[in-house]
Nanobody, 128 residues
Framework: QVQLVESGGGLLQVGGSLRLACIVS????????MGWFRQAPGKEREFITA????????YYADSMNGRFTISRDIAKNTTFLQMDSLKVEDTAVYFC?????????????????????WGQGTQVTVSS
């Protein structure tokens, strides 16, 4: 059974940076995609970025404006979300997730229904 655990959230001021981590366990196959979503209070879950585990090939939501970067450490079964120039509106619970890859495109990456397994989330709070 696939399990995901996020870490790295916290409280910081506008303009600061954080790096979130997601440790993935129980994955026997390489044909999975790994993504990051966030959910602010009162809002729908929002796509941030996603990759295929083997080939990377990242997609990013346009709304992130280049401030967020996804990466992975294959040896540690870990994905990272580097967040820079944080804004108050970035305050949300951040989730990592994974699902089995069929074919890779922007619509596939950004659709939360394509991710079967989700972590518990980590809170990021940005204040002025």
């Amino acid at each position: 059974q696939v399990q995901l655990v996020e870490s790295g959230g916290g409280l910081l001021q506008v303009g600061g940076s954080l790096r979130l981590a997601c440790i993935v366990s129980g994955r026997a196959l390489d044909d999975y995609m790994m993504g990051w979503f966030r959910q602010a209070p009162g809002k729908e879950r929002e796509f941030i970025t996603a990759i295929t585990w083997r080939h990377l090939m990242p997609y990013y939501a346009d709304s992130m404006n280049g401030r967020f970067t996804i990466s992975r450490d294959i040896a540690k079964n870990t994905t990272f979300l580097q967040m820079d120039s944080l804004k108050v509106e970035d305050t949300a619970v951040y989730f990592c997730e994974t699902g089995k890859l069929n074919h890779w495109n922007e619509a596939t990456a950004g659709n939360p229904n394509n991710y079967k397994y989700w972590g518990q989330g980590t809170q990021v709070t940005v204040s002025s």
